[in-house]
């Protein structure tokens, strides 16, 4: 079955980095956009970023753009959130995503924080 496991997630002081892993199995992955969702205490889940199969096309929340950088490695079945630069607003559960065959998918997700 479908499962997708982040990992990567933890405290960082503001204006530190963190990556962020997704590692996805039971499906073909190459096939497949994968996106990164966030979500605050409090607030909606928002998209952060999204990547199309080949990783030709990326796309970020404004909130995110020149701070946060999507990859994938189709190879070993992994997307990745680099988190550059980061605030406070920043700290929340992060979700690795995948829409497949109209149904979506989540990971269990992976605590960010940033707070000094």
């Known amino acids: 079955q479908v499962q997708l496991v982040e990992s990567g997630g933890g405290l960082v002081q503001p204006g530190g980095s963190l990556r962020l892993s997704c590692a996805a199995s039971?499906?073909?992955?190459?096939?497949?956009?994968m996106s990164w969702y966030r979500q605050a205490p409090g607030k909606e889940c928002e998209l952060v970023a999204g990547?199309?199969?080949?990783?030709?096309?990326?796309n970020y929340a404004d909130s995110v753009k020149g701070r946060f950088t999507i990859s994938r490695d189709n190879a070993k079945n992994l997307v990745y959130l680099q988190m550059n630069s980061l605030k406070p607003e920043d700290t929340a559960v992060y979700y690795c995503h995948a829409q497949i065959n109209g149904y979506a998918y989540w990971g269990q997700g992976t605590q960010v924080t940033v707070s000094s």
């Open positions: 990547i199309t199969r080949i990783g030709g096309g990326r």
């Open positions: 039971g499906f073909i992955f190459s096939s497949y956009a």
